[in-house]
């Protein structure tokens, strides 16, 4: 067994299976303690609850927690594995929740026959969480369930894959385009993949100013073309009314590949019939479309990154996820709308562009981070990104009129 795959398995198995707990935040150790916290004193919130619900707020942890539901049916670019095997990246988005955003999270697996089954049971618990972030879940699916959740439940539902990885990448890309000086109006984009990452992704592309018709997305049967016959209402949106049939057609003289895809499916020859200073990123996890050191072998004027913590320009979800719910808790949003993620994607965006703290290059193991090329996209360790995402986010939620809350103090210290 590779020295690796040994150490990730050892970190999973040890000091305890699994990667999160639940700890205690009142003290309970006296009899007094103990009927305070349980029989009799529990009664009193209950019955303030009972009285009225916004009470759960006050004497609950609801507020500050975030329930991470999967069904296993898209698991990273791994495929359909099942709920239980998707666990470990459940509990892994619940670390990175608590880690980066102090917020309270647990993973739930749901197995179930039909996606009404599926939306009952999260609809029928919603009410026990501040949010809801829906994970890894298979296309078309994806889509029926967090809409149905949205109208269902008056808590944030968001769906990460889809919305997470899209801001993400559209910080990330609109940053790189400056940096090739391209416009993002005129380059001709190739996104391998047509799941819920694709879909939501170039959506968002073309809000930042993208053109629909300079877009080629692929699914396992080629292009997503007009003359298709086979294609389900969200990849009809993408149709293109062109010749080109396969990843070959399209990516001659392409700007962008964006790739949600799967393993190793970009050749060096592709790469090398890409325009001059190519954007590339190469998101599936774990393994890309194509390794950055066989990519920059090939090109040397490509900006490159990858879903992986391991290489330069990690554009991940985990940049978005745990500060945009951050900020949504903070002033109670009744949902994540359009305004509040164009807000993490310009407070991401920002945020690259300013000097990197020691704290971050020592994280990083590096000895220097400056907007360029290899940095296009700020670390997922950086402190700051926590209080400024999720402050543009709140911001952008108390504007638009969704948030039940003020502005916290907090964020102007
Ligand atoms: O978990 C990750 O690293 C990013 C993600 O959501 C996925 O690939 O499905
Ligand atoms: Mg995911």
């Known amino acids: 067994m590779s020295d690796f795959k040994q150490r990730a398995l050892d970190y999973h198995a040890f000091p305890t299976p699994g990667k999160i707990a639940i700890e205690i935040t009142t003290e309970a150790e006296t009899s007094e303690d103990l009927s305070l916290a349980y029989s009799p004193g529990v009664a009193e919130p209950c019955r303030e609850i009972a009285d009225n619900a916004e009470n759960v707020y006050k004497y609950t942890g609801k507020g500050n927690t975030v329930a991470v539901i999967s069904n296993g049916s898209a698991v990273l670019g791994l495929g359909n594995l099942g709920p239980m095997a998707s666990k470990p990246v459940m509990e892994g988005k619940a670390l990175l929740f608590k880690r980066f955003a102090n917020i309270d999270s647990f993973d739930i697996e749901v197995t179930h026959e039909t996606p009404e089954e599926f939306i009952n049971t999260v609809a029928s618990i919603a009410d026990t969480f501040g949010g809801i972030n829906l994970e890894d879940i298979k296309a078309p699916d994806c889509f029926i369930i967090e809409k149905a959740l949205q109208e269902r439940c008056n808590i944030p539902i968001f769906h990460d894959d889809q919305h997470g990885t899209a801001i993400v990448t559209a910080a990330a890309m609109l940053n790189a385009l400056d940096i090739q000086d391209k416009d993002i109006a005129h380059v001709v984009i190739v996104c391998l993949g047509a799941g819920a990452a694709a879909i939501a992704c170039m959506e968002l592309l073309i809000q930042c100013g993208a053109k629909r018709e300079k877009i080629y997305m692929l699914d396992t049967k080629g292009i997503v073309h007009s003359r298709r016959t086979d294609l389900n209402e969200y990849k009809t949106l993408f149709a293109n009314n062109t010749d080109k049939r396969t990843l070959d057609d399209a990516i001659e003289e392409a700007d962008v590949f964006v790739g949600v895809s799967g393993p190793n499916l970009l050749s060096t020859e592709q790469l090398v019939k890409m325009a001059e200073r190519p954007i590339v990123f190469a998101c599936s996890n774990p393994d890309p ?55 993490a994607v310009h407070a991401i965006r920002a945020l690259a562009k300013e000097p990197v703290p020691e704290s971050v290059l020592k994280a990083s193991g590096e000895s220097a981070l400056t907007f360029s090329r290899d940095y296009i996209i700020p670390r997922p360790m950086d402190p700051r990104l926590c209080n400024k995402v999720a402050k543009a986010v709140a911001q952008a939620a108390v504007d638009s009129g969704v948030a039940i809350l003020p502005m916290p103090d907090h964020y102007n210290d």
């Open 289 to 343: 479309e194509i390794k950055p050191e066989l990519a920059h072998s090939v090109r040397n004027d490509l900006i490159m990154a990858t879903g992986r913590s391991d290489y330069p320009n990690q554009v991940n979800n985990v940049l978005c996820f745990p500060f945009i719910f951050r900020g949504a808790l903070d002033v109670r949003a009744r949902e994540i709308n359009q305004e509040m993620k164009i807000a």
